[in-house]
């Protein structure tokens, strides 16, 4: 045979005859078989991956194409050539000559038979008719061995329902191509991945044409990209996208169905003091510590796989949070010895870049059923559960708790609809009287917000004031409580114009003072309802008063030189600082109820409860430096005769609490002004 046309040439040519090198030539030549190639293996097998990236690519599928139409096939037909065309027996039909080749025929049979792709024709019923060299070496024998052997067997077309039946489509001239990837078994001992294409010869002549192209390289590259594109660099963990892609793998039906436990569990942790080591230390320092973090990790997801159907996946989720993935967990237990693992794992310090750096983490423990759950919800869970850790005091675990949960979406829930719930009107206030404990007479009343939620009912302001000052809503509900008071003050006022006034008793945040003219506010309120200034008196927590200074002091004294009265609510429960108390524009303290409740101690059932001497002796002694500091008195949270004959002993001047009268409407403080209590 004479010496082989250099690679482009050879292209060309089958380029013209055909279209399947085409089409795998053009965009990347396969090279020459210049070592020993494949012999086909038995069965396919995937490629070696790690076991994090398994997801990723699902099996190879055939690239099916319809039938052909009755125009003549461009197979052999990319150009025109008349003795392609009119020769009955060309190099590629599915029998020899019976003659000397044309010498139109010896150029496609130079190039069949030198073609560095692998070639064969088959007939209609599936047997090689005749291979080229490289094909032949390819599987380890001679062309002329594999001539009359089943083509499927050969390169593994029949190893999977899908392929076949495509195959048999391409043979029986009822679809145009097949083109799939299988995985050879080369004489040497080494796998690649190859390219097979079957396609059909000229319209009219029985058979097909195959073609394998050696891929290899090209899978290889995917491969490293995919690794790329799936892992952190730094830590070369998985990262955010494949962690998910395995999370929304570990719940798909199909993967509880065939088997296993049906759980899922996750670790999702925060380091703690990460932030200070990249602000101080740079974020080189940073990275080779996120490095031996993963490493720890690792070491701790191999040991909790020791003896288990499967290893809990580490990723890296950005920045510092890392997360465990295990499936086919076994119940809450398995996750907590895993997360106290972790924990133990990051107590030692690390030696960084010649530095001993120490980290805690948070960690949210979240195990579930996979059925009904979502990697989102999942994942919605753990990092509140994570959040849960931080707050709870950092360098912990915590599990989630559906109950807890359920108060932080009503809390959410609340914030979302606080706002516009003052434009709403949803809000009304009630009334608690403070009566003198010396003739039991109705002196003032304590204004306190309700909210008429539509979804959750009444709500009182524990669970709400809070969420206000936060989001700022406290300012405008605050002006709306303060007018609404005023103006039921002067209501009763002038109902009951035989009786003494009584004056009412509004809550005030800092907040308010901060974030609005509180000042000009009040005197607006005043000047509108035509309430005295010193009916109205306004309660500020102790913690907000004491310490005050610039605009909150300046706006306490402008209030109390326009007559209002300023009183300090829960007393005895914050700074205490009583040198400063006597510089405050304050007329009115409230004793906390805990010293109230403390004025007698439970004793086992059946037994009379007993006072406490020192929780007296500390509220007397208060009331005595308040009086002569020229303040008055309200004890709060009194419930029985006893607390409030004892109180009336040692001087306090008013009571407010349920022996009185819980919290009423306007309504039923008029009936007490009347005297029909």
């Not at 403390?598 to 009086?627: K, N, T, Y």
Request: aromatic share 6%; charged share 25%.
């Amino acid at each position: 045979m004479a010496e082989p046309a250099p690679a482009a040439p050879r292209f060309t040519v089958l380029a013209e005859c055909v279209p399947a090198v085409m089409d795998l030539l053009g965009s990347a030549p396969p090279p020459a078989c210049t070592t020993p190639v494949p012999a086909r293996e038995s069965a396919p097998e995937p490629i070696p991956e790690p076991a994090s990236e398994s997801i990723l690519e699902p099996a190879p599928q055939p690239d099916l194409e319809p039938a052909p139409d009755p125009t003549p096939d461009a197979f052999l037909n990319a150009a025109p050539n008349p003795a392609l065309n009119t020769a009955p027996n060309t190099i590629l039909n599915t029998a020899p000559a019976p003659g000397p080749d044309t010498g139109a025929e010896r150029p496609f049979r130079s190039a069949f038979t030198a073609a560095p792709l692998a070639m064969a024709v088959v007939d209609h019923e599936g047997l090689v008719v005749s291979a080229n060299e490289t094909f032949g070496a390819l599987l380890g024998a001679g062309p002329d061995e594999l001539a009359g052997q089943p083509a499927a067997d050969l390169v593994d077309l029949a190893s999977d329902a899908r392929t076949r039946h495509a195959y048999g489509e391409v043979l029986r001239g009822r679809q145009a191509r097949l083109r799939c990837a299988r995985r050879l078994k080369h004489p040497d001992g080494h796998r690649l991945w190859v390219q097979v294409t079957v396609a059909p010869l000229t319209p009219g002549s029985p058979g097909v044409l195959l073609s394998v192209a050696d891929i290899s390289a090209r899978r290889e590259l995917q491969a490293r990209l995919r690794h790329l594109k799936n892992h952190d660099p730094v830590t070369r963990l998985p990262n955010r996208t494949l962690f998910f892609e395995r999370l929304s793998a570990a719940l798909e039906t199909e993967s509880y169905e065939r088997g296993g436990s049906g759980r899922v569990g996750l670790c999702y942790l925060d380091l703690d003091g990460f932030k200070a080591v990249n602000d101080t230390l740079g974020h080189r320092v940073g990275d080779r510590l996120l490095a031996a973090v993963a490493e720890r990790l690792t070491r701790c997801a191999d040991e909790a796989g020791h003896g288990r159907t499967s290893t809990p996946l580490v990723a890296r989720l950005g920045g510092d949070e890392f997360a465990l993935l295990v499936e086919d967990s076994t119940g809450t237990e398995q996750l907590a010895e895993l997360a106290e693992s972790v924990l133990s794992a990051l107590q030692e310090p690390f030696e960084v870049a010649g530095r001993l750096l120490s980290v805690s983490a948070s960690i949210g423990v979240v195990e579930r059923h996979a059925a009904g759950s979502s990697a989102t919800a999942l994942m919605q869970a753990a990092d509140t559960t994570l959040y849960w850790a931080k707050a709870d005091g950092k360098a912990r675990w915590t599990l989630f708790d559906p109950e807890r949960n359920a108060h932080r979406m009503t809390r959410q829930a609340l914030v979302s609809t606080l706002r516009a719930a003052v434009e709403r009107g949803e809000f009304a206030l009630e009334y608690q009287p403070l009566v003198g404990m010396e003739d039991g007479r109705l002196r003032g009343v304590e204004a306190l917000v309700r909210w008429r939620h539509p979804e959750f009912g009444t709500l009182t302001p524990n669970r709400f004031i809070a969420l206000a000052e936060e989001d700022g809503s406290i300012v405008p509900l605050g002006r709306w409580i303060l007018a609404t008071a005023c103006h039921q003050a002067r209501r009763w006022q002038l109902d009951h114009p035989d009786e003494p006034p009584i004056f009412v008793s509004v809550n005030v945040a800092v907040r308010q003072v901060w974030d609005s003219d509180l000042v000009a506010d009040v005197a607006e309120v005043l000047a509108r309802t035509g309430l005295a200034p010193h009916l109205l008196q306004l309660e500020l927590t102790e913690s907000a008063v004491m310490g005050s200074a610039g605009r909150p002091l300046e706006a306490l004294r402008s209030l109390n030189d326009m007559g209002v009265h300023i009183a300090i609510d829960d007393f005895g429960t914050g700074y205490s600082n009583l040198a400063y108390l006597s510089r405050l524009p304050v007329s009115a303290l409230k004793l906390d109820g805990s010293f109230v409740r403390g004025f007698q101690h439970e004793e086992p059932e059946g037994a009379a409860s007993r006072p406490s001497p020192a929780d007296e002796v500390i509220v007397e002694a208060m009331i005595q430096l308040a009086h002569r500091l020229g303040l008055t008195v309200t004890a709060e949270c009194v419930e029985t005769t006893d607390q409030a004959s004892r109180l009336r002993r040692i001087g306090c001047d008013t009571g407010q609490g349920w022996l009185y009268s819980r919290p009423v409407s306007p309504d039923r403080i008029s009936e007490l002004l009347d005297g029909r209590a």
